[in-house]
């Protein structure tokens, strides 16, 4: 997908974006005195997770107006979306990988690095509870706790293994490098097992048999990349077993690829189906053993099991303990993820923001907030708003939810507009705001929540850094929308997230791009799109230069198949 730093900086900084209200509390306020000091102590940001929501507010903070600590297990940020390419070799580990303290060198200020995991947000007693995940005794247990005026919450999620037996001891993921790296040994070891002396062909081809669950973008993107490690260099190593390997990819749903257009799904399908990569739709994994996997296929009503030799789980992603924990705290136990409002504030929870894949922005407060403004619009107005008032509603409702404008787009405005018309076409003096009820009745449910994608998370990191950075100045000019039920203004305008399209690499050097304006382009022409949009998203020239120079080695002398 196209991710990336300044692009999405500078989308995020002419949509601009809200923290606080000016008038009654200021969320990003001045700085407190310490006690025993005479200068004002400058506020305590601590950020939680180096991936690309943390690594995005990072970059743009001004660190010189706060005092900044970041915690992470990791002391990189790693470029995700070439993940896939690490598990074959087509790029090494390290090529997409940057230290954070590189990243943080270059910030005006300091920015204090902690490699550690947080065990506890503390929101009552604005503090988090962390452990060194270094082992030294040094340190005693290697537990310290951060106080904080603001925290940014940047977890992430993990895998979702959706309690299925057997996924956690079977089977691999692929969400951080170190699983990239393990599948990566982990398929040279299946090849070298199923030559050895001694196996009959049943054996053989079991170990050559390899099952992806999940047709989402990464399922798929690694079934590719693995088809042609084995078509551009395996088959010459291994020449004796090239006729005994299978690739599957098990999806419950119909298609692989469901959230790309119906185009790209049934592309990547026939592409598939002529690579030889067997597609297993409408079938639920029930159970994986370190034989094989049972599962329910729909079409059939039975239930059936095929042997494996290595299994990549890839079906989604769920909330991370210190997560959850945080949500039972803050009366959000009953959710599946971390809810924020448009401004990026952890509902109930104050100082606490949340960006990335550990939150969405809340879903029954879009639609109370959409009921407030119509009775607000109504008062005194006996049902009928003029249409300059009709266009101050539309406008506020638009800014304030970009999914509105998404929706009045894909039906064409042809609902709303309707009602700037009369029965003969000519232009209405009023509007019936029954009628603009019911037509945008149907907003709500055609809401969804943002992706988890790197693309949402780096822009929610500009954005909130932006606020950061412009306090003061929002402060005296604030530039949000106006509040419809205590009146005022909002200290910044909301978090709008804008789409940039997205990538599926489909194997072969053929790529499907969802592009913006309904754009779709397939084929070899958008695999070099793919490759120059991802070199130009690296993080630093270090990066770029050597992903770039790692698809070159691979052009050049094929992919290196050395179990290391
Ligand atoms: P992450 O990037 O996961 O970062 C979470 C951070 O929190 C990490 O630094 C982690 O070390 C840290 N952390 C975890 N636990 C703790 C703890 N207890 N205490 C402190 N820190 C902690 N998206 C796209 O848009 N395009 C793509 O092409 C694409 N391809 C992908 C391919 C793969 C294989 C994967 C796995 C994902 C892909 N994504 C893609 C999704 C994208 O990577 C995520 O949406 C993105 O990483 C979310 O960013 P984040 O900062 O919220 O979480």
């Keep these: 997908y196209p991710v990336g730093s300044k692009l999405l900086v500078l989308c995020t900084l002419?949509?601009?974006?809200?923290?606080?209200?000016?008038?009654?509390?200021?969320?990003?306020?001045?700085?407190s005195v310490d006690v025993n000091q005479s200068e004002p102590r400058k506020k305590r940001v601590v950020v939680l997770g180096t991936g690309w929501a943390g690594t995005s507010f990072l970059k743009d903070l001004d660190a010189s107006a706060y005092d900044v600590?970041?915690?992470s297990p990791r002391n990189y940020f790693a470029f995700t979306p070439l993940l896939p390419s690490v598990t074959c070799g087509t790029v090494e580990a390290r090529s997409i990988v940057e230290p954070v303290r590189n990243i943080i060198k270059k910030r005006k200020g300091e920015v204090k690095f902690w490699e550690a995991e947080c065990i506890k947000i503390d929101a009552t007693n604005k503090q988090v509870i962390c452990r060194s995940n270094i082992d030294s005794n040094l340190v005693g247990n290697?537990?310290?706790?951060?106080?904080?005026?603001?925290?940014?919450?940047?977890?992430?999620?993990q895998v979702n293994t959706f309690n299925t037996p057997g996924v956690l001891e079977y089977c691999h993921f692929l969400k951080e490098v170190e699983d990239a790296q393990k599948i990566r040994r982990s398929v040279i070891d299946c090849f070298e097992k199923a030559i050895l002396p001694g196996l009959s062909e049943e054996e053989r081809r079991t170990n050559l048999h390899f099952v992806i669950v999940g047709g989402g973008p990464t399922g798929v993107e690694f079934a590719a990349e693995l088809h042609d490690f084995f078509q551009e260099?395996?088959?010459k190593l291994y020449p004796s077993v090239k006729d005994l390997v299978k690739i599957t990819v098990i999806q419950s749903g119909d298609h692989i690829l469901n959230m790309f257009d119906e185009r790209i799904s049934s592309f990547a399908e026939q592409k598939f189906r002529r690579d030889g990569i067997e597609v297993q739709t409408g079938s639920r994994v029930l159970s994986v053993s370190d034989k094989e996997i049972t599962m329910n296929v729909k079409s059939k009503g039975e239930v059936c099991s095929i042997p494996h030799g290595l299994v990549v789980w890839s079906t989604g992603v769920s909330t991370r303990p210190v997560v959850r924990d945080l949500m039972e705290q803050i009366g959000q136990g009953k959710r599946h993820v971390l809810a924020t409002d448009e401004w990026l504030r952890v509902k109930g929870c104050e100082s606490v923001y949340a960006i990335?894949?550990?939150?969405?922005?809340?879903?029954?407060?879009?639609?109370?907030?959409?009921?407030?403004?119509?009775?607000a619009a109504d008062k005194d107005k006996n049902g009928r708003l003029t249409i300059s008032e009709f266009q101050d509603v539309m406008g506020d409702l638009i800014i304030r939810y970009p999914q509105v404008e998404l929706y009045l787009k894909s039906q064409h405005l042809g609902d709303v507009t309707d009602l700037l018309r009369d029965s003969e076409g000519n232009d209405r003096v009023e509007v019936d705001i029954e009628q603009f009820k019911l037509a945008l009745s149907h907003v709500d449910s055609q809401m969804k929540s943002l992706p988890a994608t790197a693309q949402v998370a780096a822009q929610q990191g500009a954005y909130l850094s932006r606020c950061f950075n412009r306090r003061d100045e929002c402060g005296e000019n604030p530039e949000g929308p106006r509040r419809f039920r205590s009146g005022g203004q909002h200290q910044f305008l909301p978090f709008r997230y804008k789409h940039f399209g997205q990538f599926a690499p489909l194997g072969g050097e053929q790529a499907a791009a969802e592009l913006p304006g309904d754009w779709v382009s397939m084929g070899h022409s958008t695999q070099w799109l793919w490759y120059s949009v991802y070199a130009s998203k690296q993080v630093s020239w270090r990066t770029r230069v050597l992903v770039v120079s790692d698809w070159t080695r691979r052009f050049v002398f094929g992919r290196d198949s050395s179990r290391i």
């Design 14 to 31: 002419s949509s601009g974006g809200l923290v606080a209200y000016s008038e009654s509390q200021s969320h990003i306020g001045s700085p």
């Design 69 to 71: 600590q970041v915690v």
């Design 356 to 375: 990335g894949d550990c939150t969405s922005v809340d879903q029954r407060k879009i639609r109370e907030d959409i009921v407030a403004i119509f009775a």
């Design 233 to 235: 260099d395996l088959v």
């Design 142 to 157: 290697g537990e310290f706790s951060l106080e904080y005026d603001y925290l940014v919450v940047a977890l992430g999620a």
